[in-house]
């Protein structure tokens, strides 16, 4: 399937000095990690961790951005921005900005558009919420915000978006999916982006689990066959953890 992609989340933790300590300490993992490895740090500390990760294969997100080149948008950061500062990936459609701050499938979207058009790889965030699940439609859900947020998107751009299945239930919350459960919903997104192009781009595309992955259940989870990375929350803000997730992704 898709590329192996771990990614850490690193939410709003960690002030400059901090993240350059565990950038260090994460950094010798792009040396031997069999799968690409990418750290989504707050605004504050994107320079710090380019500066402290240069010369690795470790990639930096940033936690999102904004759909318009520049304009007055005070509080919010653009993808130009992102990309004159040398930054590769960054988060789109995360729940949190979607419970908390208002975030759509069409803003969702929109933001998407601009982070291609700028060059940058999208990890877009999908899922469901408890009650959506408990209803049983968490497959209509996804297949929903996925195909919102891919409006307009070429085959070929394709290659540049990585979608992470992240059900809201199990984010911070210490419930984490079944394997089984996982390996389900990451296969139907796989399912809807063959619908919406061809086998080709569903086959290469990276689809990753976000949902209390952790050092102790990364193995099992990443071991489906269709979870091709994780995530990944509080474990990527203690390397060691961090690191055993890296290193179970094979």
């Not at 891919?150 to 210490?174: D, F, H, K, N, Q």
Request: glycine content about 10%.
């Amino acid at each position: 399937m898709g590329k192996y992609v771990i990614a850490g989340n690193w939410k709003m933790n960690k002030p400059p000095a901090e993240a350059k300590a565990l950038s260090e300490d994460i950094k010798p993992l792009g040396a031997g990690a069999a799968c690409d490895v990418v750290l989504g740090v707050p605004f504050v500390d994107l320079q710090t961790a380019l500066d402290a990760t240069a010369g690795t294969k470790i990639g930096v997100a940033a936690q999102n951005c904004h759909w318009a080149a520049s304009g007055a948008f005070t509080g919010e950061i653009s993808a130009p921005m992102l990309k004159a500062m040398g930054v590769g990936y960054v988060i789109i459609g995360h729940s949190e900005r979607r419970q908390y701050f208002g975030e759509t499938d069409e803003t969702v979207n929109k933001r998407v558009r601009a982070a291609l058009d700028n060059g940058l790889t999208v990890i877009l965030c999908v899922g469901e919420y408890l009650e959506q699940r408990e209803q049983g439609i968490t497959e209509e859900v996804v297949a929903l915000q996925t195909k919102v947020a891919l409006c307009g998107v070429s085959a070929e751009e394709m290659s540049r978006v990585i979608i992470a299945y992240e059900p809201v239930w199990a984010i911070g919350t210490g419930r984490t999916a079944t394997a089984a459960q996982a390996n389900e919903v990451c296969a139907a997104i796989r399912n809807v982006v063959k619908g919406l192009y061809n086998a080709d781009v569903a086959t290469a595309l990276t689809v990753q689990y976000g949902g209390s992955m952790n050092a102790g259940n990364a193995a099992e989870l990443l071991a489906q066959s269709d979870v091709d990375g994780g995530l990944i929350g509080g474990a990527s803000l203690k390397a060691p953890d961090f690191a055993t997730i890296v290193a179970a992704a094979k």
